[in-house]
């Protein structure tokens, strides 16, 4: 397989011809799926690859999973100069191991790696190092239409001094991890807690890159949110209340808006919104069925509640590479519950984009989405 | 010594006595402090305690310096479960060695733990473990009055799973590193670059906490200062361009304000202004002198802008452990140079307090800010 070179903003490193393997001498057994806790198993072998500002790009590094040594005073420990990727390797009934648009990730962890002040690299080099990863730990990739292989791609500052300031040394690393479905509630709809209290982004913020920082600072609205009896956080913006994200994933309202059109609607990409990949694909996907509006658009808790008060709301969902898509079946909102219509009653445009998408991702349908490695 | 005991929310742990000292075999040359990059040599020792959800609290080890084992998916490295703290040892001329109100940094630090979902601990025990780390690498502490050993407690969540939750285990870790004075330029004016195209912290976020994921997202704004032709950022927030903070810095104006009034003004802590301790020191000092108006109040570019073009501005400072106070001389705002008159030829409040506040520091000036340890 070559990946096409979209794109790639240093020309520094050629790597993946380069990768030193280093076979681990003991194989982990594979855990049983079911029930498995997201991101909690690991398989045999990572790939490691260190930058330095004098050296530039080391050699790629597939070696035994296994620790990491860091300096005590890691920039990435202090001051948070760290990102990453999430993306997974499904394996189909042809027992041939696909990616879903892996392109969309490199773009978007070089996007973060400018916004981080990490060096730049050639993202389809870095792609087929992940490849020979794969490759190495290929018997990882579950035999099973509902579990995947999911690819941690992670790149952090490795400057071993206090002074907050660009990183003279860098560690790119990619770690693998046998997963099951995302949430334990399975694709059962989310209970959300809407309050201004907590804001995930802002403008001029980092909200639109995979940056550590965003994700750590979120954990204690998770907790109010489960304070208050729901599961996840619908992050709100701003005065009128815009509804941004649900959670760690993206947030669509498919729904008859104000013109009295049905539209399927997600805010648009200005600053504060994670670009997702789900996110994306369902946008490419949902216009061109061309079966109804298609919308980056704002949207405010006043219109929700507005729209369900009005019958005018067909169902809400979060989107993202972890769950694909997770219906939302209550907001917890001023002290209100705003119950949620969702696919069981309703048109099922989640079981459809769960369907169509994941017969792209496991090749029971032919897309160049798909990318067989 | 025995510190107080003024805050503590977890009864988890009595540690300081369990400390399991563990000496180095050899020692490292003590560096020449002239010049020296701030952060950039570490002791021969450090403090290393772990926690974890089942064990609770282990013994705090004293250990060779050296760098920390991380399982790759440690929640620190990808989600910043991260935070820290900046204080000071001082050597005075009667060769004591003294901390500068050190429990003001511990209860900051329980605060920024609570942000994080990290657990609590009690901080005058974590403050007398730092005593014994001292007191290990006490020659470490430099012979001047304008260098000091600078302390960096360090708290990251090292949860090994992927999943955006809690820390199940947990790592603190103090290291300990001589310095002479923060920035290259000494006490010269900086320089500053004040747009509102990057934002530090915004309500509802971290910004009043400690946490690294206000300092990685403040990287690229800095560059862009400097490509501006200045040194640090000035932050901005919110559409009426309110001053917030300069760099890592609290910032302060000196003036007479609209009423005419002499005022030393600094923001107000409303969940945006990180809560230092140099910052709150120059509050009550200033206040106990009594010689003008000490406000915390809000500024904008255009309360600044119009001050200055009416002569009523004084002077114009950073406030922090690192370089104590630190005089600005120059302000880059929608394409104009804003001269800020400076010490040279006013009133020099900004050398009054970094006398007085070395003073303390380094034991000249009894009082009781100052710990010997």
Request: net charge neutral; proline share 3%.
């Given at each position: 397989m070559k990946w096409q070179c979209l794109f790639s903003f240093t020309h520094m490193g050629v790597w993946a011809a380069d990768t030193v393997v280093q076979l681990s001498e003991s194989q982990k057994p594979k855990p049983v799926l079911e029930g498995l806790q997201f991101g909690t198993v690991f398989t045999d072998h990572m790939l490691v690859i260190e930058w330095s500002n004098e050296g530039g790009w080391g050699k790629p590094h597939i070696q035994p999973f296994g620790n990491l040594s860091i300096h005590p005073a890691c920039s990435a420990l202090h001051y948070a100069v760290q990102l990453f990727e999430g993306l997974k390797a499904y394996r189909g009934q042809d027992n041939k191991v696909r990616l879903f648009r892996p392109m969309l990730n490199m773009k978007r962890m070089l996007k973060s790696a400018r916004r981080a002040c990490l060096p730049g690299f050639d993202g389809a080099e870095l792609l087929e190092c992940i490849r020979k990863l794969l490759e190495v730990d290929q018997e990882w990739v579950p035999q099973s239409d509902s579990a995947s292989l999911y690819i941690r791609p992670t790149y952090v500052g490795t400057e071993s001094s206090l002074g907050v300031k660009k990183p003279m040394q860098?560690?790119?690393?990619?770690?693998?991890?046998?997963?099951?479905?995302?949430?334990s509630t399975g694709t059962k709809p989310v209970s959300l807690w809407a309050d201004?209290?907590?804001?995930?982004?802002?403008?001029?913020?980092?909200?639109?890159?995979?940056?550590?920082?965003?994700?750590?600072?979120?954990?204690?609205?998770?907790?109010e949110a489960v304070d208050y009896g729901c599961q996840q956080v619908l992050w709100l913006y701003g005065d009128d209340h815009q509804i941004t994200e649900v959670g760690t994933m993206n947030l669509f309202l498919y729904w008859v808006n104000e013109e009295g059109e049905e539209e399927l609607a997600t805010p648009p990409l200005d600053g504060i919104i994670l670009p997702g990949i789900t996110r994306q694909s369902i946008?490419?996907?949902?216009?061109?069925?061309?079966?109804?509006?298609?919308?980056?658009?704002?949207?405010?808790?006043?219109?929700?509640?507005?729209?369900?008060?009005?019958?005018?709301v067909k169902e809400m969902f979060g989107s993202g590479t972890a769950c694909v898509v997770s219906p939302v079946g209550r907001v917890l909102y001023q002290?209100?519950?705003?119950?949620?219509?969702?696919?069981?009653?309703?048109?099922?445009?989640?079981?459809?984009?769960?369907?169509?998408?994941?017969?792209?991702?496991?090749?029971?349908?032919?897309?160049?989405?798909?990318?067989?490695v």
């Open positions: 860098a560690l790119l690393f990619v770690i693998l991890s046998p997963v099951g479905s995302y949430f201004s209290k907590y804001i995930r982004a802002w403008r001029g913020g980092t909200g639109d890159c995979k940056m550590g920082g965003n994700y750590g600072a979120s954990i204690y609205a998770q907790y946008l490419e996907l949902t216009r061109k069925w061309g079966e109804f509006k298609v919308s980056e658009r704002y949207l405010t808790m006043a219109d929700l509640r507005l729209a369900l008060k009005e019958n005018r002290g209100e519950n705003l119950e949620i219509p969702c696919e069981v009653n309703c048109s099922g445009l989640v079981s459809r984009l769960q369907q169509e998408l994941t017969d792209i991702q496991y090749g029971r349908t032919p897309s160049d989405w798909a990318i067989v």
